[in-house]
């Protein structure tokens, strides 16, 4: 029987969320005095965000799905202490090169805010895993909008190697926190970590919701990319012509997200996580209908912009809760296919933003974006939206059915 998460464990894993995926984005603003102090390019250390991100999406391919292995007291604090010896190595790095090797194993160390979606979970009491989820969302939200300003405001007055050491003793901090509060019983899992790896792909065929789950969340993660990168790229040029402190304001937008996150948990445990997608993307489909009008009037901008952001945050904690929801015993595995298909699919949103500007302009790359949000939505109601179960007697998952040989994974 699995032991019901306390509300203090479910604030701290929201904390650990935010602290944790912080440490992806804390350092940009001072890539150019990082680029100084070790003398080359800053083409070279503007490397360092995609070393963050690659890291980043193999923790959530090979660390994530450890959630269905290890006790999440055990777990949570070794990757919190890995985290904290890689920003040490990051914060003593004397070349590029190992600054580039430190922020892979930060990136991947950064997955336990993933990890701790997926712990919350598993252990939220009966009726309340959807709000557990919100929770932890809300603070990985908060923790990717604040981290370029505490990270900027850090290194203007420490310098970036101590702001470095200050996260790496916040990550300590926590490690020691979750060894003490967090649940200490293992989970019990008939197959090793090495069948686990290799039973994730198995599960897009197994389960047709989370198949649902992966598309909607993909596509309006295209959305969600498309608009921020193009808007970035849209204000700095002529007849706008604003500078990066200017067009960071509008980051503040985003705030709207992260503050109605509680609220979307409490509704999708009460209506369910299909109608809460829905009506979240419906949200997100007017901001981004509102962009549409073009970025002449800053205010317009900023409010559709808010509701835009805050129709993406709502229907991805509602869409993780419904991913979970197929099996809480597989949180990890599920949540790590999830993940990894979510980013990976979104990240064309990055990739097309720049020639579809050229191409559309801001108007027309809106349009884009608004198609996917509402192509989404469509995607979200297809189907039953009940998760998929085997036939009386079908044989399923053989694999999950003897104990692993090698014994029942690592820990």
């Known amino acids: 029987m699995t032991r019901s998460l306390a509300r203090g464990g479910t604030l701290l894993l929201a904390f650990v969320a935010a602290s944790a995926i912080a440490n992806n984005y804390a350092l940009q603003p001072a890539l150019t005095a990082v680029a100084a102090d070790l003398g080359v390019p800053t083409a070279v250390i503007g490397l360092v965000p995609t070393a963050a991100l690659t890291g980043c999406m193999a923790g959530f391919a090979l660390l994530l799905p450890l959630t269905d292995h290890l006790a999440p007291h055990r777990l949570v604090a070794a990757q919190l202490t890995a985290l904290a010896a890689a920003l040490c190595l990051a914060a003593s790095a004397s070349a590029p090169v190992v600054l580039l090797a430190a922020y892979l ?14 712990i919350v979970g598993r252990h ?20 990717i909008l604040l981290s370029r300003l505490a990270g900027g405001a850090l290194a203007g007055l420490l310098g970036w190697r101590p702001m470095l050491l200050v996260f790496a003793a916040l990550a300590l901090a926590c490690a020691v926190a979750a ?12 197959r090793g970590y090495r069948a686990t790896l290799v039973s994730l792909p198995p599960l897009l065929r197994r389960h047709p919701e989370l198949r649902r789950a992966v598309a909607a969340g993909g596509l309006w993660y295209v959305a969600f990319n498309l608009v921020w990168v193009a808007l970035a790229l ?7 012509s604003l500078g990066p402190a200017s067009i960071g304001l509008y980051s503040l937008a985003g705030l709207l997200g992260f503050t109605v996150l509680p609220l979307t948990g409490r509704l999708t445990d009460r209506y369910g996580p299909r109608t809460v997608i829905t009506a979240s993307l419906l949200a997100a489909a007017t901001g981004t209908a509102v962009l549409t009008t073009g970025l002449g009037t800053p205010l317009l901008t900023a409010c559709g912009l808010a509701l835009f952001d805050a129709g993406c945050f709502a229907a991805q904690a509602a869409n993780q809760s419904r991913v979970i929801a197929l099996d809480p015993a597989r949180a990890g595995s599920l949540s790590s296919v999830y993940l990894v298909l979510y980013f990976t699919i979104g990240t064309l949103g990055t990739a ?10 801001w108007r027309g790359t809106a349009a884009v974006a608004l198609a996917a949000v509402l192509l989404a939505a469509v995607t979200a109601r297809a189907g039953s939206g009940r998760p998929h179960r085997p036939r009386p007697g079908a ?14 994974g690592p820990g």
């Open 352 to 361: 097309l933003a720049a020639p579809l500007l050229g191409l559309l302009g």
């Open 234 to 240: 849209a204000l700095a040029r002529p007849p706008h």
């Open 395 to 408: 044989v399923h998952d053989t694999e999950s059915r003897r104990p692993d040989r090698h014994g029942s």
């Open 105 to 118: 194993l930060i990136g991947a160390a950064a997955s336990v805010a993933a990890q701790a979606g997926s």
């Open 179 to 190: 060894a003490v509060l967090l649940p200490r019983q293992r989970p019990r899992s008939e």
């Open 124 to 143: 939220a009491p009966d009726g309340r895993r959807g709000r557990g989820i919100a929770t932890v969302a809300a603070g990985m939200s908060a923790g």
